[in-house]
């Protein structure tokens, strides 16, 4: 049989018409589900920085939510330094946060959120850990993790990438289990609250005997220069210094 040109593009058209219907009904009735799996996502990167949840482990939500709450998200103004009400919390969108231009710097980071939730890790009612927030430029992408750290605000427990497009085997391996292990007790901060704490070339030795380096990724020299500039720029008084401080003096640990 043969079909006139009208009716291959009409039929054609009918069918894009019905599959656009059928895919537009799928994304909005997936939504809701892909919402709460991209929360899974971001809640397993916060305890897997936090060594509440071992790299690779794998926890379905009923285990994260059980462990969740020991976590109490807090919403940080970084333009005061403050930490706002729950209600401010409850209505905050991380996509609609509105940005400041950031200072020059060597993380590449061009703008900065004007408000960032972060995470108390709270053990018998007192808090044991904090964890951050941090994105910045690897190698070929923006880096988006979480560090963790200790109630003194300087003892590092953990940095975890959630989001990063390095290459796999290279940049990549800021995502090996092995590598972040290394990040364990390092401190951020020498005993003048200065931002110190690198990734260097080669191999670094115990926490005890290096305590403000971590080993290299090797052949990964960029990536490994990014995660430095991303955490100076993120320890330092443009990022979570100033609010550091007062948590120290405030006794809330
Ligand atoms: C295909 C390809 C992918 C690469 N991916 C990365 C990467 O993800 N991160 C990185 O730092 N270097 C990467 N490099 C290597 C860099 O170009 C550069 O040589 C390296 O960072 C230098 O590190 P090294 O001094 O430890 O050898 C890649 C190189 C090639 C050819």
């Known amino acids: 049989m043969q079909y006139s040109m009208k009716y291959i593009f009409g039929f054609a058209a009918a069918v894009c018409f019905v599959c656009s219907i059928l895919i537009s009904i799928a994304n909005v009735g997936l939504r809701e589900r892909q919402e709460v799996n991209k929360l899974l996502d971001k809640q397993k990167s916060v305890l897997q920085a936090a060594w509440l949840l071992e790299p690779g482990e794998k926890a379905d939500r009923a285990r994260v939510e059980e462990i969740f709450q020991n976590v109490q998200p807090r919403l940080l103004d970084l333009t005061t330094d403050q930490l706002l009400d729950d209600e401010a919390l409850a209505v905050f969108d991380e996509s609609k946060a509105p940005m400041a231009e950031a200072p020059k710097n060597n993380a590449g980071i061009v703008e900065v959120p004007e408000k960032v939730r972060i995470y108390e890790v709270l053990e018998e009612g007192d808090i044991s850990m904090l964890v951050l927030p941090i994105v910045g430029k690897g190698l070929w992408s923006t880096m988006k993790g979480f560090l963790a750290l200790d109630a003194d605000g300087r003892t590092i427990r ?47 030795g115990s926490p005890e005997e290096t305590p403000y380096a971590v080993d290299g990724l090797s052949g990964a020299t960029l990536t490994s220069r990014g995660v430095t500039n991303m955490l100076q720029f993120w320890l330092g008084d443009n990022g979570y210094a100033p609010f550091l401080k007062s948590f120290r003096e405030s006794g809330r640990a």
Do not use: F, S
Request: no cysteine; net charge neutral; glycine share 12%.
């Open 158 to 204: 953990g940095l975890t990438y959630y989001e990063q497009a390095e290459t796999p085997g290279l940049g990549g391996e800021v995502d090996n289990p092995r590598w972040k292990a290394r990040w364990k007790g390092r401190l951020a901060y020498d005993e003048n609250w200065k931002p110190v704490i690198e990734v260097i070339k080669g191999p670094a």
